[in-house]
């Protein structure tokens, strides 16, 4: 499944940076951008990935795919909450939300800007600015808002 995978780069990029504290990445859908519980921090981090509609199996390319980050820090603990904002077919009615399929080097990108800003905001580190830039992909359409969970929340990038 996609999480170990997820689990596994992060703790990767986290090795040996993050003061020898413990962190844990949690997958947690109903987080809500702009919207972090007291105490926690937020990153939200736009992404390419790929769809697939389960009704018709029809698939889509998307270099729009908001993911948010909470973080938080107490007592040598750390846990970061991940949601994977989703999208739906735009030719199936009623068609359910899906999970963007991220590609392991866009994940990879995803954790080396995660473990930077965990290091900017939970351990006031003055780290230059500048994050790494996914891999994207050819998009032939333009992006449909009305198909874009992160679009109906409003956080989803407008470039």
């Given at each position: 499944m996609a999480h170990a995978e997820w689990t596994h780069i992060f703790h990767t990029e986290a090795n040996n940076l993050l003061h020898g504290d413990t962190w844990h990445l949690e997958f947690n859908s109903s987080i809500e951008p702009e919207q972090p519980e007291y105490g926690w921090k937020e990153y939200i981090r736009n992404t390419s990935a790929?769809?697939?509609?389960?009704?018709?199996?029809?698939?889509?390319?998307?270099?729009r795919v908001m993911v948010v980050f909470h973080m938080r820090l107490i007592h040598g603990k750390g846990t970061v909450k991940v949601r994977r904002f989703r999208q739906n077919c735009k030719m199936c009615t009623n068609a359910p939300m899906e999970d963007p399929s991220i590609i392991s080097e866009n994940i990879t990108t995803l954790m080396k800007n995660l473990v930077k800003k965990i290091r900017i905001k939970c351990y006031n580190e003055d780290l230059e600015k500048g994050f790494h830039h996914p891999r994207r992909f050819d998009v032939k359409s333009p992006h449909e808002p009305e198909h874009c969970e992160a679009c109906k929340k409003g956080i989803c990038t407008r470039e």
């Open positions: 790929r769809f697939q509609c389960t009704q018709c199996r029809r698939s889509w390319p998307s270099n």
